[in-house]
């Protein structure tokens, strides 16, 4: 198989080498009968946290075999290093039951905290809603 190493994939450097080509086919055909983290893992497909990076292994697999994907199907973030990880969209859905989630990634960005209150506000001729804070008496803060 060349210059590959151990299960590790180590290069010179001792960092871990994400395999690319016919040593990825290879070494992914030789471990078919593992679960597909361990082949990932083995074929250097590893973040810095140690989790295993599914997306950017199965895209070098299929580049492997001589497909070429869309950059653009996917947030761009093509087949070379690691991705930026989820990004918020800026859309939600209304839920079966009503509700209208706006989640972590959205509060976060806008420095919300747990039991902070809002009012509702909601302006129809532009259909948007607004949420806006409340002080400590109930009041809206303008």
Not at 7 to 12: I, K, S, V, W
Not at 20 to 43: F, V, Y
């Amino acid at each position: 198989m060349g210059a590959q190493k151990g299960p590790a994939n180590e290069d010179n450097t001792g960092g871990t080498v994400m395999l690319e080509g016919q040593a990825l086919l290879e070494r992914a055909r030789s471990l078919s009968n593992r679960p597909e983290d361990q082949i990932a893992r083995a074929c250097g497909y590893v973040g810095p946290s140690g989790r295993v990076l599914k997306k950017n292994f199965y895209r070098a697999l299929v580049a492997a075999k001589g497909y070429t994907l869309p950059s653009g199907s996917t947030g761009g973030s093509g087949t070379s290093g690691v991705g930026k990880g989820r990004q918020a969209e800026f859309r939600t859905r209304v839920h079966g039951n009503g509700n209208l989630l706006i989640g972590q990634a959205y509060t976060r960005r806008m420095g919300l905290e747990p039991g902070q209150e809002f009012r509702i506000e909601i302006h129809k001729e532009t259909g948007s809603i607004w949420l806006l804070p409340l002080d400590g008496a109930g009041d809206a803060l303008s």
